[in-house]
């Protein structure tokens, strides 16, 4: 892979033109022709994630099975083509495994195209951005025209656990949920800052992704989502408003890494790094965190806004949240999640309350609003 200036090129599939339905109602937005998506603006109930491992499992309501999986992202088909809107579903994944210090060490997936291509790509997305003039927009409504150019592109699990050593993953082509939440977050700040480089993107993700934005090996990683968004409000990245919405209090041990030690190849032989998840698992279960049960996400509906963070919070011991994705507001009131589903795609679920309601062992939401960089 070529390298320019330090930082490895990577593409940015964009799934047909965008017309904005929603915030962007009074614009008419062109097309660019990079890649055509598979799922425009469908609607695919069921499915909800949050780990980026290898191994993951999938909860039936139906008949309480646990089916294990040694590779999600073998079977993502099969649950497409087999899901029925009678059954509720979820794909329950354990904490992620993402960090940043070292911009030399950038890794992009296998599924890549060319260098040149991949700058290509990027560079029309710029354009594009350019061209329509998105940097006037509020950062919601440009994470929300972004999030719309995903929809169709591949959902893949274990994207940031491709190499021992823990690297900086970048793609743009295929997500897993976080991923998701994390690139087109980059991507928005990257435009709201007139910026339009991709080295300015990547620092983007960096900084995101790892405790104070530094990659310092693979205990560096924000794992937890309740991780991700303390250290992130932390730094003045994102607003945690849960609480304000009317949350309540979490009240559980996070601890789902440090008892499922088997699950994870960094952990299992790696003494360190098993020291060090035990420590943070310590220091993030002195945090306090609420979520809206889930039966009273409606009642938020008129705060809510598009691009707002959305985590689906479980009652699954030892892990917080079991999902992610972002709020896609509708000219009428609606409130729809945008999110990278373990069905297959980026997708967009018309009712978030509804959604929330069919995963199995989702308790309600978390809601964390970026902030506006002007």
């Known amino acids: 892979m070529r390298k320019m200036f330090g930082w490895a090129f990577v593409g940015l599939v964009i799934s047909g033109g965008f017309r904005s339905d929603l915030a962007f109602q009074a614009q008419e937005y062109y097309p660019i022709s990079v890649s055509q998506g598979t799922n425009r603006s469908k609607d695919t109930p069921g499915g909800g994630e949050a780990c980026r491992d290898a191994a993951c499992d999938v909860l039936e309501v139906e008949d309480e099975e646990l089916i294990k999986y040694s590779y999600l992202s073998r079977d993502v088909e099969n649950l497409s083509a087999n899901f029925s809107p009678t059954r509720r579903e979820a794909l329950v994944f354990p904490p992620s495994q993402t960090l940043l210090s070292d911009t030399q060490n950038v890794t992009v997936s296998e599924s890549m195209s060319s260098a040149a291509d991949e700058i290509e790509q990027f560079q029309q997305v710029m354009e594009w951005a350019i061209v329509q003039h998105l940097h006037e927009q509020s950062l919601a409504d440009i994470i929300q025209a972004i999030a719309h150019q995903f929809v169709g592109t591949p959902y893949k699990a274990g994207l940031l656990d491709q190499s021992a050593a823990e690297t900086l993953v970048v793609t743009l082509q295929e997500f897993d949920c976080v991923l998701f939440v994390e690139t087109v977050l980059a991507i928005a700040r990257t435009i709201a800052r007139q910026d339009y480089s991709y080295p300015t993107f990547v620092a983007h993700i960096q900084d995101q992704r790892y405790q104070n934005g530094q990659l310092h090996g693979y205990c560096s990683r924000l794992h937890y989502f309740s991780a991700w968004i303390h250290d992130n409000q932390k730094r003045g990245t994102v607003t945690n408003i849960t609480q304000a919405l009317g949350g309540i209090p979490l009240n559980k041990r996070l601890n789902f890494m440090s008892t499922h030690r088997h699950r994870y190849p960094q952990l299992v032989n790696n003494q360190a790094n098993y020291d060090c998840i035990l420590e943070m698992e310590a220091q993030l279960n002195a945090v306090s965190l609420e979520y809206i049960p889930t039966d009273q996400v409606h ?70 609003r970026p902030n506006d960089l002007r």
């Open 299 to 368: 009642h938020s509906y008129n705060q809510l806004q598009s691009g707002d963070i959305i985590g689906i919070a479980t009652n699954i011991a030892g892990l917080d949240v079991t999902h992610t994705g972002f709020i896609d507001r509708q000219s009428d009131g609606g409130i729809r999640l945008i999110h990278a589903s373990p069905a297959g795609a980026v997708t967009i679920s018309s009712d978030l309350q509804q959604y929330v309601g069919n995963i199995k062992n989702a308790i309600g939401i978390l809601v964390v």
